[in-house]
């Protein structure tokens, strides 16, 4: 697959400035007329353009909208929880006027999908939780993690193509396919020192638990069978906390199924979807 050409195809960057707390954040929207919309939400080594496969493939079947986290693409840096963020995003979606939408969170993402679904079900439909976990629960206030930080002494250090490369080698260290390599470190070279702050705080301070006995959403946790990321012993506490849902394991991928084996990953999403 051509992701270089994908990339290209992807919608141009907009833009949803905050008023409450005057930052902005950006988006890519491809509105499909009288097409259900599918909210996609990154992970921490991506940003909007990461779901290129999606754009494409449901292309004349969905409506898509991918959203930057606070830090990463073209949206704006700001120290916050993932509590606030998420009503950041419901700001932006009503800007949009969006009534009702699944969402799609990967990772990071699926993090902010736990606690935006939770707290949303007047918009969101079906939420699917790719790759993630519910947390580290760290107290506020608390220094970068260690991973964390070591993660923003090499961005400071750094040109974009080697830290790129760093990251996706670290998080995908069985990844032969050469095609697929370049276009996630090129993603991930894209991240700043102020990605990683905001990212890792909201990240480690987080504990979904509270949140996920309000999530009755119909849920599908995507997980992968060589993911070095995710814990097996993570996974097992989210399926624990969301016992409705259905679980499925994608084979012989590791932490980025949608890029790694976008067809399988795509194909298990609009199974889902249609149900």
Same mark, same amino acid.
């Given at each position: ?16 400035f905050d008023k ?13 007329k009288n097409k ?72 990071? #993402? !699926? +993090?902010?999908? =736990? ?7 007047? @918009?969101?439909? &079906? ?53 697929v390599f370049k ?15 905001? #990212? !890792? +705080?909201?990240? =480690? ?7 996920? @006995?309000?999530? &009755? ?59």
């Amino acid at each position: 697959m051509n992701y270089k050409k994908l990339i290209e195809e992807v919608p141009n960057l907009d833009f949803y400035f905050d008023k409450l707390l005057k930052i902005k954040l950006s988006y890519r929207f491809r509105n499909e007329k009288n097409k259900p919309l599918l909210l996609l939400l990154h992970g921490f080594n991506g940003n909007s353009k990461s779901w290129a496969s999606q754009f494409k493939y449901f292309k004349d079947k969905r409506s898509i909208l991918a959203i930057d986290f606070p830090g990463f693409g073209g949206s704006d840096f700001i120290d916050i929880d993932m509590v606030v963020i998420a009503k950041i995003l419901r700001r932006c979606l009503m800007s949009l006027n969006v009534s009702c939408c699944d969402v799609l969170g990967h990772s990071m #993402g !699926g +993090m902010l999908a =736990q606690i935006f679904s939770s707290e949303n079900h007047d @918009l969101v439909n &079906k939420v699917i939780l790719s790759c993630t976990h519910k947390g580290f629960g760290c107290p506020k206030g608390k220094p970068l993690m260690d991973n964390y930080s070591s993660r923003l002494q090499e961005r400071i250090e750094m040109n974009n193509r080697d830290f790129g490369d760093l990251r996706i080698k670290e998080m995908l260290p069985e990844l032969q396919n050469e095609e697929v390599f370049k276009f996630l470190s090129s993603i991930s070279g894209e991240i700043s020192e102020n990605s990683i702050v905001c #990212g !890792g +705080m909201a990240m =480690q301070t987080l504990d979904t638990s509270k949140y996920l @006995l309000n999530l &009755k959403q119909d849920c599908l946790i995507l997980k992968a069978s060589k993911d070095v990321v995710v814990s097996k012993e993570r996974s097992d506490e989210l399926e624990k906390l969301i016992p409705h849902a259905k679980v499925k394991e994608l084979q012989n991928v590791g932490h980025a199924p949608y890029c790694e084996d976008a067809k399988s990953f795509n194909a298990e999403i609009e199974d889902f979807l249609q149900q």
